[in-house]
């Protein structure tokens, strides 16, 4: 398995709740290393073209409001297996359901405010770092 890239983003909820140190120690701890990270407030516009997939599910616009509530951090991450292993360290999307030490189930309140992002696959991760990273700062 070579290297690959995934793109991450953590939360509003994590972020003002102080836990974004904590979350980027995990995933280092899990061997990922940061390519590229900044902190943002994310516009409407960015937020609703971001979760553009999921724009006829009923939590849209409650989960558009969510991540334009406050700063988050976006994240070029990088390691082998790297979008498969970030799902792994993030665990499942309900922090319910998460497994024991994922981050969700450590920092996540909730299915919605669920304190991290990782893309879902690699076509979508190149498309999700080129939504918020240029090719400079990705070292490309
Ligand atoms: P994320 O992995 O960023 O992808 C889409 C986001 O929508 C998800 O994390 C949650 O924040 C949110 N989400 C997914 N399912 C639900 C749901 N059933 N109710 C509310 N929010 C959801």
Known sequence: MSVERTFSIIKPDAVAAGKSGAILAKLEG???RIVALRKILLSQAQAEGFYAVHRERP????LV???TE???IVIALERE???KKLREVMGATNPANA???TIRKCFAESIERNCIHGSDAPE???VELA???CTLDLGL
Do not use: N
């Open 65 to 67: 409001k969510f991540m």
């Open 59 to 62: 939590f849209y616009g409650s």
């Open 99 to 101: 497994a024991e030490g």
């Open 70 to 72: 406050g700063p988050v």
């Open 131 to 133: 939504y918020f990273f």
């Open 81 to 83: 297996d790297a979008v």
């Open 124 to 126: 979508t991760a190149a």
């Open 30 to 32: 899990a061997g990922f």
